[in-house]
């Protein structure tokens, strides 16, 4: 008899909200890799916009500045992203496989 689905105690590690190499951070979205520019979060910052999060069901809302540390692990906040070509995403991918860090 065949297992069903996934044993107990066999979870999938989860993925870090931002992967980070040489400087640069990236995050993959709907399949599809993006370069996330991060600026530092003032500290009397109270609501901020942030481009990764701000979109909740196609409408527009400001986030908590202390939620962006909890998720980012550290004050800062997404201000841009660019979408990755496909050279740039082999690159990345296989700097990551030779550092075991996805």
Do not use: C
Request: glycine share 12%.
């Amino acid at each position: 008899m065949q297992p069903r689905g996934r044993e107990f105690g066999h979870r999938k590690k989860p993925e870090p909200f931002l992967v980070e190499s040489g400087g640069r951070s990236f995050k993959q979205i709907n399949g599809i890799w993006y370069e996330v520019l991060l600026a530092p979060v003032e500290a009397t910052a109270g609501h901020v916009w942030d481009v990764l999060l701000s979109r909740v069901g196609g409408q527009a809302q400001l986030m908590e500045a202390g939620a962006l540390k909890s998720i980012y692990g550290r004050r800062v906040r997404a201000v841009g992203k660019r979408q990755l070509k496909k050279k740039e995403i082999r690159r990345l991918l296989a700097t990551l496989d030779n550092f075991g860090s996805f």
